[in-house]
Each structure stands twice: as C-alpha cells, then as structure tokens.
C-alpha cells in the first residue's frame, strides 16, 4: 500500500510526489533506503507499465516528515533480488476505515501481467534478473 493524498490533508503531500487514488500504482522512493526501489527497479517497472498502457505514479516523504518502512529493503539485500516497492494508494492508512480505490486493483493486476510476461525480456536487455 501507498499513502494517497487525503482531501483534508493535501499539504502533508509534495505536490510533486502525491499519489491519487484510481490513478495506478504507486513507485516508492527514500533516500534513507527505507524502501527497496533503486533507480534500475523503477525504470524498469515503469517501462513495464507503458508497455501495458497502465499509469504509474511516484511517491516519496516530504523532507520534513517522518518515514515508515517496509520489508523490501531486507528481503531485497538478504536474496539479491532486484525489487520495487510499490503499491496500490489508499487513505487513512493503519486506521480502522482504511480506503483504496476499486480501479487501482486492476490496474495492479494490469501491471502484475504485464511484469509476468515482459520482465525476462526486459532482464536479458538490461543485464538484471
């Protein structure tokens, strides 16, 4: 999942980094590495998703606000597996009325196809696996 921008809370959001909802998935960025995406696995996954017509969008903390993490960037320095962290965007995240929208999960599956099917391809390209 991916912090959305909130109606109510549009200036906690760079306006340059602010992820809508029903607007595609959401690529992840810290310069900390509190987030498993290098510049290779974003490229890489947006390539992807232009090749399937889905639309991607860019997420990174304001400078001046805290950051959570996430356990991709573990699994990605314990396997050696090139990884992305993405998500789909929601409001209100870790409260009780938690919100996404319904058009994000099948772009996600959109975009899940699309990495299926043209990611060897793309690997061999690109020298990555």
């Given at each position: 999942m991916?912090?959305?921008?909130?109606?109510?809370?549009?200036?906690?959001h760079d306006s340059s980094m602010a992820p809508k909802i029903n607007n595609g998935l959401v690529v992840k960025h810290n310069a900390?590495?509190?987030y498993a995406t290098n510049s290779v696995s974003a490229s890489l996954f947006r390539r992807i998703?232009?090749?399937?017509?889905?639309?991607?969008?860019?997420f990174s903390v304001r400078a001046d606000s805290g950051c959570g993490s996430?356990?991709?960037?573990?699994?990605?320095?314990?396997?050696?597996?090139?990884?992305?962290?993405?998500?789909?965007p929601q409001y209100s995240m870790?409260?009780?009325?938690?919100?996404m929208g319904s058009i994000d999960a099948y772009i996600g599956y959109l975009h899940l196809k699309g990495v299926l099917t043209?990611?060897?391809?793309?690997?061999?390209?690109t020298d990555t696996a």
């Open positions: 991916a912090h959305g921008v909130h109606p109510n809370y549009a200036g906690k900390n590495q509190r998703g232009r090749l399937v017509d889905v639309p991607v969008q860019e996430t356990i991709g960037p573990i699994l990605s320095t314990l396997s050696g597996i090139l990884t992305v962290d993405v998500g789909t870790h409260s009780i009325r938690e919100m043209y990611h060897p391809k793309l690997a061999e390209v």
